[in-house]
């Protein structure tokens, strides 16, 4: 089989692709031949700039997000069958409760990721997939969706008829305008190209704002909920922004800001990460891995 393997920091040019033995899932394990993957932004972390909060592993196979089918069970596997559709979950070891560090086990870090033609997975990491869902569909899911619907199902609930704040159109912003309609709530969506503005209106934004034309964006916000503010923010930038998601917030200054977990601590500071995760009744775990991100990587 062919498969990529690189370590973090190497960049582009370190990625190499190797042909290897099929591998044989061992107890508890699954054999997934790999028919999508897809690329969210701490592909870059950790193979451009070595820069991830959590645990990565040198030589390893890189991408957290695919989807396949298992053709191979290990000993002791019971959650699927040869045949079966599955995406990889990120996390396999967090199945439920809060984040910490007996969990932070990941796809495509500490554990070989899905850029290859075969995937050994844990039995935990595998989920199944619905009928009419695309193996290219599917294969978005695991981090950027789970991402968006943690910030509404774990914590307080989104409720129906609440509003949500989302940042941006990057992929956990999208989710999360989508998933936050599912819930019956109300999206007000942040953007800086107009063209995108439209895009995101027609799926479904009750209003957007422009954030370059308008960079106290927070002002028009609290407008449009008639001064009360949004119930929830969708923060997925943090570092200058968190400010303005704050003062957004209906329940400023103790605001209600639904941010990437671990990966938080990353975007920005310490002290911000546990400012903004307290205000929520979050969980702060400071990485061993933590570092500071520069300047112009923050930008």
């Known amino acids: 089989m062919q498969t990529y393997r690189v370590n973090p920091g190497?960049?582009?040019d370190g990625l190499r692709l190797e042909t290897t033995d099929i591998p044989s899932p061992g107890p508890y394990e699954?054999?997934?031949?790999?028919?999508?993957?897809?690329?969210?932004?701490?592909?870059?972390?950790?193979?451009?700039?070595?820069r991830y909060p959590l645990p990565v592993k040198q030589n390893g196979i890189p991408v957290s997000d695919g989807a396949?089918?298992?053709?191979?069970?290990?000993?002791?596997?019971?959650?699927?069958?040869?045949?079966?559709?599955?995406?990889?979950?990120l996390f396999p070891d967090w199945i439920d409760g809060q984040f910490n560090w007996e969990r932070a086990r990941q796809i495509g870090g500490s554990i070989d990721g899905m850029l290859t033609e075969y995937a050994l997975i844990p039995e935990s990491a595998a989920v199944h997939l619905p009928e009419?869902?695309?193996?290219?569909?599917?294969?978005?899911l695991p981090c950027a969706a789970v991402t968006a619907w943690n910030a509404f199902s774990g914590g307080l609930p989104l409720l129906p008829g609440q509003t949500v704040l989302t940042l941006g159109s990057g992929s956990v912003s999208l989710f999360a305008l989508q998933?936050?309609?599912l819930f019956g709530a109300r999206v007000i969506a942040t953007t800086s190209s107009d063209n995108r503005a439209i895009r995101l209106k027609a799926l479904g934004a009750a209003a957007v704002i422009n954030?370059?034309?308008?960079?106290?964006?927070?002002?028009?916000v609290r407008d449009l909920t008639g001064g009360r503010g949004v119930d929830l923010v969708v923060e997925v930038l943090l570092g200058d922004i968190q400010t303005a998601s704050a003062?957004?917030?209906?329940?400023?200054?103790?605001?209600?800001v639904r941010s990437r977990g671990a990966m938080s601590c990353y975007y920005t500071s310490w002290e911000q990460c546990r400012t903004t995760l307290s205000g929520i009744g979050g969980n702060c775990i400071r990485s061993p891995y933590y570092r500071p991100s520069p300047p112009e990587y923050r930008k």
């Open 10 to 12: 190497a960049g582009i």
């Open 30 to 50: 699954v054999l997934v031949r790999v028919k999508a993957v897809s690329l969210n932004s701490r592909e870059l972390m950790i193979i451009l700039h070595n």
């Open 68 to 89: 396949g089918e298992v053709i191979a069970v290990g000993a002791g596997v019971t959650r699927v069958r040869v045949g079966d559709r599955v995406a990889a979950a």
């Open 132 to 140: 009419g869902l695309s193996f290219e569909q599917a294969a978005t």
């Open 179 to 181: 998933l936050a309609q």
């Open 211 to 220: 954030y370059r034309a308008t960079p106290d964006w927070n002002v028009p």
């Open 247 to 256: 003062q957004s917030a209906y329940s400023y200054p103790w605001c209600s």
